[in-house]
């Protein structure tokens, strides 16, 4: 059974969440706290431009980039939407419930844009994907509602059962539970988290999620500028809306406000599992505690190195992403046909955990190595599909091309995680040039004699690396301390630093305090 961690770190301006599946990290968020547009958002927008070419409109929702939406995520009802848009902005609609609300005619799949819209249409739409690069956000006007246990589809009467419960007989009882609570022409999708709830528990989301569309409804009342009308939930309690299983160990939260944020949310959804939530009082900062910081500089970069020794190259183009497996030196023991599904086999997982990690979506190239045996090729193409069950983006994969290709398609609702975990030069800060090694002794000589006319009556340390202390040292009498001791009458003591850079150098009191040099 998988073993669930949550590590939430919180400030003033933004919120990190990490989620660690069996010690290993397979998700990082992050969400600032002025965030205009998140996935889920609903808006008023009015179309702004149609784009017959393209069968889309793009829309102004009130923020800066104008929003795209495709003819093709308009949905069957959008006529019954456009006409609680218009009828609730003007006034001839006054009340949320749909029981008496007239339903169109769905509208046909593959019809035209310019049939259903005219510029400066009003209508409600929800966010279905962040903006990514220079492309605004892309809308569909398919609203839905969701909750812990269901999600609720306004001007839809269908009842959809997740395909994760297996059970006929439990399918059966919750699509009964269902058409007992859903008000008319309000459709509802329920989620796994449903299995073996009662009829009580349900309800009282229903009423909840009922709620949210009231609200909802008010705002549209107010008037027809472009504008949100909704929020999303915040990114932490989404997540654990989302995810929150009985496999959750721990939720360790750094913030007061956010830990009591969380605790509140989980005593509503989960009262027992109130009980994993600890805030985190620790000096050191919380994602350092608690080994995130060392995975993500560890799992990001061009290249990952597995524990096998063999090796990821990670790519990415404009039109796709491309991955390269290539074995280690450790795999030349075995024969060149085990050595190859070994490594694939390790590559499969830790790829599944890369685009989960970085949130990868689109087309994704895999080039794992080659394999004469079609027995092999299934079983990698098996561990392939295991390895991405876990993964909540909706993705499909294919079995290897005659090439040894894979392709992978794989859902993106908001902008690839990219974390640059490279470091500044301390040294050369980045020029990639450091001043000649010949001339350090000088250096040093020159900033001592300022340090003792400075302190003439200190005892002096001078901290180096290795290398330099080596060099200085050297010799049955150290001859650069002799030196030293025969023009100022002073020991210098030298220690060896491993963190130091090769041409970095320090001089210490006798309490350790650092002599700062005015330059």
Not at 484 to 502: H, P, S, T
């Amino acid at each position: 059974m998988t073993n669930n961690d949550l590590v939430i770190n919180a400030n003033d301006t933004n919120v990190e969440i990490a989620l660690i599946e069996n010690r290993k990290l397979v998700e990082i968020h992050k969400q600032k706290a002025n965030t205009q547009i998140a996935v889920g958002d609903i808006f008023l927008g009015s179309i702004k431009k149609l784009m017959p070419g393209l069968n889309a409109t793009f829309m102004d929702i009130g923020v800066r980039k104008d929003a795209f939406l495709h003819y093709t995520d308009l949905g069957p009802q959008i006529k019954s939407l456009l006409k609680l848009t218009k009828g609730t902005i003007y006034g001839q609609i006054n009340s949320p419930i749909l029981s008496n609300f007239d339903m169109e005619r769905d509208n046909p799949k593959n019809g035209k844009i310019q049939n259903v819209f005219q510029r400066n249409y009003r209508v409600l739409v929800q966010v279905l994907k962040e903006p990514i690069s220079t492309k605004g956000p892309r809308l569909t006007c398919e609203i839905t509602i969701p909750g812990r246990y269901m999600v609720m589809t306004p001007f839809n009467n269908g009842i959809a059962i997740s395909k994760k419960i297996a059970s006929s007989d439990e399918r059966k009882r919750l699509k009964l539970l269902a058409e007992s609570i859903k008000p008319k022409n309000f459709g509802l999708i329920l989620r796994t988290a449903a299995e073996g709830k009662k009829v009580a528990e349900l309800h009282e989301e229903m009423r909840g999620l009922m709620q949210k569309w009231d609200e909802m409804f008010k705002e549209l009342q107010k008037g027809q500028e472009p504008r949100k009308l909704m929020d999303e939930m915040d990114k932490t309690n989404g997540l654990l809306r989302d995810i929150l299983n009985n496999s959750f160990n721990k939720i360790i939260v750094n913030e007061a406000s956010t830990f009591h944020n969380v605790k509140n949310y989980l005593s509503t959804i989960s009262p027992e599992q109130t009980k994993i939530v600890s805030q985190y009082k620790g000096k050191k900062p919380i994602f350092d505690h608690f080994g995130v910081t060392r995975q993500i500089k560890s799992s990001f970069g061009k290249t990952y190195t597995m524990g096998s020794g063999a090796y990821l190259v990670i790519e990415h183009t404009e039109a796709m992403h491309v991955i390269d497996v290539n074995s280690g030196p450790k795999m030349k023991r075995l024969d060149q046909e085990s050595a190859a599904i070994s490594v694939n086999l390790e590559a499969a997982h830790e790829i599944a955990r890369q685009l989960r990690l970085r949130d990868i979506g689109g087309l994704i190239i895999i080039d794992f190595i080659d394999m004469r045996s079609a027995d092999n090729k299934a079983k990698l193409y098996k561990a392939m599909k295991t390895a991405m069950k876990p993964d909540r983006a909706q993705h499909t994969i294919l079995t290897l091309s005659k090439f040894g290709l894979m392709q992978i398609t794989r859902q993106r609702v908001r902008p690839e995680v990219n974390i640059d975990t490279t470091e500044t030069c301390s040294q050369c800060n980045g020029t990639g040039k450091v001043n000649a090694t010949i001339l350090l002794e000088d250096e040093i000589n020159r900033d001592l004699e300022q340090v003792i006319q400075s302190r003439p009556k200190s005892s002096i340390r001078l901290h180096v690396h290795p290398y330099i202390h080596a060099f200085l040292t050297a010799g049955f009498i150290p001859r650069k301390q002799y030196e030293w001791y025969k023009k100022y009458m002073k020991w210098v003591k030298i220690y060896k630093n491993d963190d130091f850079g090769l041409n970095e150098y320090k001089f210490f009191d006798k309490n350790e305090d650092e002599i700062r040099l005015n330059q």
